[in-house]
């Protein structure tokens, strides 16, 4: 199995968790893996990319321009950044909840959205969901980023299984938050599946 997964998000929203479970439920599969992060002052809403490489044994732990095989894009702005590292034919996922940056909110300006989702819309198969709305349905926005990992799972594009990933989070967390998660888990799987969600 190879697989290039690329995520970007802010700092907070749970991105290197998120590369550090996939990571995992690749090597538990027996994978080789590289990963890579790239944080800009995380802890103050700064850009955050991490990048894994599953079964990249002879290449660098950062990926390419051109050459994710998928996108997970936690805030729209980033997703958009870092579209230039997505392969011709790639998949990616975007969370549509901005996270507003620290210069629009000091300068006044609007953070327009729109013009970002035809840009995301038009460069790749683009799935568009609101991780974040859906994390608080199950009971905590804070577990949006599982349910970014569901929905990359069920695009076909991050190659794990759902019960996999299941069982890595019933290891990681505790018993009070498992459940939440495991109810984002599933529904960001279903969110793609056909149940919400919208494939550009």
Not at 97 to 115: H, I, N, Q, W
Not at 135 to 140: D, F, L, V
Request: hydrophobic share 45%.
């Amino acid at each position: 199995m190879k697989c290039d997964i690329l995520i970007a998000g802010v700092g907070g929203q749970g991105t290197i968790l998120a590369s550090k479970l996939i990571a995992q439920a690749a090597m538990e599969e027996g994978a080789f893996v590289r990963t890579s992060e790239t944080i800009g002052m995380a802890q103050r809403g700064g850009c955050v990319v991490s990048h894994v490489r599953i079964g990249a044994q002879d290449e660098s732990s950062v990926i390419p321009l051109r050459s994710a095989d998928l996108l997970l894009g936690f805030e729209p702005a980033e997703a958009a950044r870092s579209m230039a590292r997505l392969k011709e034919g790639g998949t990616a996922v975007v969370n549509t909840a901005r996270v507003v940056p620290v210069t629009a909110s000091l300068s006044g300006k609007a953070y327009e959205t729109e013009e970002i989702f035809d840009y995301l819309k038009n460069s790749a198969q683009v799935w568009m969901i609101d991780a974040t709305g859906i994390a608080e349905q199950c009971g905590s926005a804070k577990a949006a980023n599982v349910v970014m990992l569901g929905a990359g799972i069920g695009t076909g594009a991050l190659q794990c299984s759902l019960e996999g990933m299941e069982k890595l989070l019933a290891q990681r967390l505790p018993e009070k938050l498992f459940s939440i998660n495991q109810k984002a888990l599933h529904a960001g799987y279903g969110c793609v599946r056909g149940e919400k969600g919208e494939a550009e």
